[in-house]
């Protein structure tokens, strides 16, 4: 059974960082490329960035470039969200999920965790 | 506001037939990406529920089918259940942004 567990949320003040972990299992992690996607309280969803299963292909949503950073570590079965520069506006759940492809970024997620919190706030 | 358009709402007596419709552009589904479906039950993780338009993943009933044409998609649910009452999201891909979008979202209220 796939299982994907996320860690590492919390409450951190505005312009602060938070690095987000989410442990796969069930599955051979490397094969998957996988996606962080986030919801703010009583709003819907919103993709945040993606990363093939090599790494060698990596995107993100304008709202987060250049403050976000994904990676993963096959060995570990872990997939990370560094996020630094953190604004009110990130607050919300934060979903670790599985693209059903592993060389390529197919966009879709057949796959979610169950989401960890994330609250921005003075 | 949200790339691609959901009803905010829909509703339906048991049994019956509903349809959430998702409209996006000539960037998204018009382009010809795939459109998914997301089911989500508040304060739990969604769900796939249709992929790649049409598709069902294993488990998921055949009360739920999905259709697309030109730049709109739809999600059908027929012989509508209590628990059916959820969230349900569109997603595609978008060429302009580069990268994946969804719909606002549409609350299924079961009368």
């Known amino acids: 059974e796939v299982q994907l567990v996320e860690s590492g949320g919390g409450l951190v003040k505005p312009g602060g960082s938070l690095r987000l972990t989410c442990a796969g299992s069930?599955?051979?992690?490397?094969?998957?490329?996988m996606n962080w996607v986030r919801q703010a309280p009583g709003k819907g969803l919103e993709w945040v960035s993606s990363?093939?299963?090599?790494?060698?292909?990596?995107s993100y949503a304008d709202s987060v470039k250049g403050r976000f950073t994904i990676s993963r570590d096959n060995a570990q079965n872990s997939l990370y969200l560094q996020m630094n520069s953190l604004r009110a506006e990130d607050t919300g759940t934060y979903y670790c999920?599985?693209?059903?492809?592993?060389?390529?970024?197919?966009?879709?997620?057949?796959?979610w965790g169950q989401g960890i919190q994330v609250t921005v706030s003075s | 506001q949200s790339v691609l358009t959901q009803p905010p709402s829909v509703s339906g007596a048991p049994g019956q037939r509903v349809t959430v419709s998702c409209t996006g552009s000539?960037?998204?589904?018009?382009?010809?990406?795939?459109v998914h479906w997301y089911r989500q039950v508040p304060g739990t993780a969604p769900k796939l529920l249709i992929f790649?338009?049409?598709n069902r993943p294993s488990g998921v009933p055949d009360r739920f089918s999905g259709s697309k044409s030109g730049t709109s998609a739809s999600l059908a649910i027929t012989g509508l259940q209590d628990e059916d009452e959820a969230d349900y999201y569109c997603?595609?891909?978008?060429?302009?942004?580069?990268?994946?979008?969804f719909g606002g979202g549409t609350k299924l209220t079961v009368l």
């Open positions: 997603q595609s891909y978008d060429s302009s942004l580069s990268g994946s979008v």
């Open positions: 000539s960037s998204n589904i018009g382009a010809g990406y795939d």
């Open positions: 999920a599985r693209d059903p492809s592993g060389s390529r970024l197919t966009y879709w997620f057949d796959s």
């Open positions: 990363i093939t299963g090599s790494s060698s292909h990596i």
């Open positions: 790649a338009s049409t």
């Open positions: 069930g599955f051979t992690f490397r094969s998957f490329s």
